[in-house]
T-cell receptor, first 115, second 116 residues
Framework: DGGITQSPKYLFRKEGQNVTLSCEQN?????MYWYRQDPGQGLRLIYY???????QKGDIAEGYSVSREKKESFPLTVTSAQKNPTAFYLC??????????????FGPGTRLTVT | AQSVAQPEDQVNVAEGNPLTVKCTYS??????LFWYVQYPNRGLQFLLK??????LVKGSYGFEAEFNKSQTSFHLKKPSALVSDSALYFC??????????????FGTGTKLQVIP
C-alpha cells in the first residue's frame, strides 16, 4: 500500500450523519481517486482529481463530496444524502496525469458501516 | 465506452498447477489493460499492464498475462500456483473517454483459491 495512507481503517456512524474519510499520499502524484467497493461489483469510481483545486465526478458521485486543497490530500465526505453508504472505500493515486499509461497506487482502505 | 468482463467469480486450482484468470475487454481504439490483486481487507496492488508490443507481459510475483487482440482477451497466468496467491484479482482497462487522464474501469473481480 506504499505511500498512501487512509484513516481510520474502520469507521462506524449513525444514519443521517456526515462522515469524512482521510486520504494522504507522499508519492508526489498529481492524480488522486476515490473508489467504492461492494461485494460482487468490483470498484466504482466516486471522484477523481488531476490537480489541486480541481476534481471531477466519477460514475457514482451522488451523496459524496471531495476537496483537493493540497496535492497530498484528497478527503472524501460521505453525506447523509448517500442512500447506502456502508461499503469499503479505497483511495488511489497516479502520476503523471496525461500522456502515457500509468498504474494506480492504492491505500489500505476504510471500511465504513452506517447503522 | 470501455469495459472489461471477468467471466468467473471464482477459480480453484491445486497448488503447483498452472493457473489462468480470464478477462475480456471492449474498447474503441487501442486497449490499455491492467491486472491488480487484492488481499483481504487491503488495497489493490498493481501486477502488470499491457500498452503495446509483446503479447506476453511479465509482472510481479511470477505472474504474466497474454494479450490476444483477435479474441479481445487479456488472461492472467502463472505456471505454478502458490497458496499465497489466493486473493481477489481485478482486470482493468484505461477509460479513454477521460481523454489523457489515467481513469480506468475495473472488472468485477475473480476470487482465486489455491488448494494445498
Amino acid at each position: 500500500d506504499g505511500g498512501i495512507t487512509q484513516s481510520p481503517k474502520y469507521l462506524f456512524r449513525k444514519e443521517g450523519q456526515n462522515v469524512t474519510l482521510s486520504c494522504e499520499q507522499n508519492l508526489n502524484h498529481d492524480a488522486m481517486y476515490w473508489y467504492r467497493q461492494d461485494p460482487g461489483q468490483g470498484l466504482r469510481l466516486i471522484y477523481y482529481s488531476q490537480i489541486v483545486n480541481d476534481f471531477q465526478k466519477g460514475d457514482i458521485a451522488e451523496g459524496y463530496s471531495v476537496s483537493r486543497e493540497k496535492k497530498e490530500s484528497f478527503p472524501l465526505t460521505v453525506t447523509s444524502a448517500q442512500k447506502n453508504p456502508t461499503a469499503f472505500y479505497l483511495c488511489a493515486s497516479s502520476s503523471p496525469t496525461t500522456g502515457g499509461v500509468y498504474e494506480q497506487y492504492f491505500g489500505p482502505g476504510t471500511r465504513l458501516t452506517v447503522t | 465506452a470501455q469495459s472489461v468482463a471477468q467471466p468467473e467469480d471464482q477459480v480453484n486450482v491445486a497448488e503447483g498447477n498452472p493457473l489462468t484468470v480470464k478477462c475480456t475487454y471492449s474498447v474503441s481504439g487501442n486497449p490499455y489493460l491492467f491486472w491488480y490483486v487484492q488481499y483481504p481487507n487491503r488495497g489493490l496492488q498493481f501486477l502488470l499492464k499491457y500498452i503495446t508490443g509483446d503479447n506476453l507481459v511479465k509482472g510481479s510475483y511470477g505472474f504474466e498475462a497474454e494479450f490476444n487482440k483477435s479474441q479481445t482477451s487479456f488472461h492472467l497466468k502463472k505456471p505454478s500456483a502458490l497458496v499465497s496467491d489466493s486473493a481477489l484479482y481485478f482486470c482493468a482497462v484505461r477509460d479513454m473517454s477521460a481523454g489523457g487522464y489515467q481513469k480506468v474501469t475495473f472488472g468485477t473481480g475473480t476470487k482465486l483459491q489455491v488448494i494445498p
